[in-house]
């Protein structure tokens, strides 16, 4: 098969699996029993050293970082072994928001920013959040927030609130994005913004209920208020008006990574779905996978997830070679399939477990609560194709056939 794991990734991968095994898996198993995130948290934090022991600590980054120094087409096979536990990203802090905090931070930020923020956060000794999305102004729109930062001598002072911020319970620090140059061109509007969680007008309302989940620490979802929070012009990441560039970059690989964890949760319910069909039998000695209609299930997840699988690692490559901005309508195609291929695989996961499928007992459940999201978080499906109907639709009129 082209786009193969190396053996390298093998070897990788097979560490993983026997870190999961051993003292992942547990540790998942107790969130299936009711304990909540936060009170899983020391078990979780003794586990987290233990990866870094192992050798295995943020395989996403280069080794100058303190990462396993994959290329983005090896990394892509490990993001997809670590999507399969709900857990899995948090024990190699891999999770999502600080990756795109840290490669923010590595790429736009100061020394002295890197001291502060970007070491602890590799270290993995505190947690961050990012602060983007209003409640009063349409998310898919980015350029038109009205959280404000208005410089007052040598502070910023943050006014506005913001929701989804994803993690912001118990994150020592957040990342606004907020509108610093009002009157300037739409793009260059924001900025972005360090604020300390400690940082007096800085507020965490709540905890978003999620289908009926509140969630705690890391598995969370904040509404977040500014109100006269002052923070010192140091704080500025990158340029003054670049918000709109440096989310652009934050979001790049970010979604190949969204991918390709989203491509080991299909894996995993679509083993759990297989499993179900030759075990559950309808009538004695007929199993549920003797039904024609449930084959059906199973041959489309498996033709979808396969072609979703080489469809992220085609795009992973391009990114390798001919680089992001030449493959970002790629990008953009990828994340809306593969959202949809999930939500699919999920549904009929569910489907073939009947109530069960319904229980907290199983990953499926908790999966099909918090993944719908992913057709609206990072570009919702619509905002995706309408950018990818159109520029094929401009290639096409320059003469591309
Ligand atoms: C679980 C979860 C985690 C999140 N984490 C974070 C986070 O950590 N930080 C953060 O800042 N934000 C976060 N978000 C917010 C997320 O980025 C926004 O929800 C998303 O950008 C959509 O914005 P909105 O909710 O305001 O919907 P709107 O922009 O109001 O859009 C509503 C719907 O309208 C449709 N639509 C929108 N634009 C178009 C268009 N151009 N053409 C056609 N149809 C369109 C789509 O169907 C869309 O779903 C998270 C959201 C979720 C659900």
């Known amino acids: 098969m082209p786009y193969d794991p190396t053996p390298r990734v093998i070897e990788i991968i097979e560490r993983i699996d026997a870190f999961m095994e051993e003292v992942g898996a547990p540790l998942e198993e107790r969130l299936y029993e009711g304990i909540t995130f936060a009170d899983l948290e020391p078990d979780l934090a003794e586990a987290r050293r233990e990866v870094q022991r192992r050798g295995l600590w943020n395989p996403h980054l280069p080794e100058d970082l303190g990462g396993l120094g994959l290329p983005l087409m090896e990394f ?78 040598a502070q910023f002072v943050l006014d506005g609130r913001k929701w989804f911020a994803s993690s912001a319970d118990g994150a020592a620090f957040a990342v606004a994005m907020v509108v610093t140059d009002p009157e300037a061109q739409r793009h260059r509007r924001a900025s972005m913004i360090l604020v300390p969680t400690d940082t007096p007008g800085y507020r965490l309302v709540r905890n978003l209920r999620v289908m009926g989940d509140e969630g705690s620490g890391w598995m969370s979802h904040g509404e977040v208020v500014y109100e006269d929070c002052r923070v010192p012009v140091e704080n500025l990441l990158g340029p003054q008006g670049a918000g709109f560039a440096l989310a652009q970059a934050r979001l790049g690989p970010g979604r190949i990574h969204h991918c390709m964890r989203w491509i080991g949760i299909c894996e995993r319910a679509f083993e759990m779905m297989v499993e179900r069909l030759v075990t559950r039998e309808i009538a004695p000695g007929e199993s549920l996978g003797t039904k024609q209609i449930l084959r059906g ?105």
């Not at 199973?298 to 085609?314: H, P």
């Open 76 to 153: 892509v096979h490990v993001a997809e072994r670590l999507g399969r536990s709900p857990i899995g990203p948090y024990l190699f802090n891999f999770q999502a928001p600080d990756v795109g905090n840290q490669e923010l931070l590595a790429e736009f930020g100061t020394d002295a920013q890197k001291e502060r923020f970007l070491a602890p956060l590799l270290r993995g000794e505190i947690r961050s959040c990012f602060t983007m999305t209003e409640p009063e102004r349409a998310g898919s729109n980015p350029t038109w927030l009205q959280t404000t930062a208005v410089r007052d001598g």
């Open 297 to 401: 299930y199973v041959a489309e997840c498996r033709a979808n997830i396969d072609a979703a699988r080489l469809y992220v690692l085609d795009t992973a490559h391009k990114v390798d070679t001919v680089g992001a901005k030449a493959a970002r309508v790629q990008v953009s195609a990828i994340k809306f399939f593969v959202a949809n291929v999930l939500d699919d695989v999920l549904d009929k996961a569910l489907q073939v477990h009947g109530g069960a499928g319904m229980l907290d007992d199983l990953p499926i459940a908790f999966w099909y609560r918090h993944e719908r999201a992913a057709r609206i978080y990072d570009g919702a499906d619509e905002v995706h194709k309408s950018y990818v109907g159109r520029k094929v639709l401009e290639a096409w009129a320059k003469g591309a056939r």
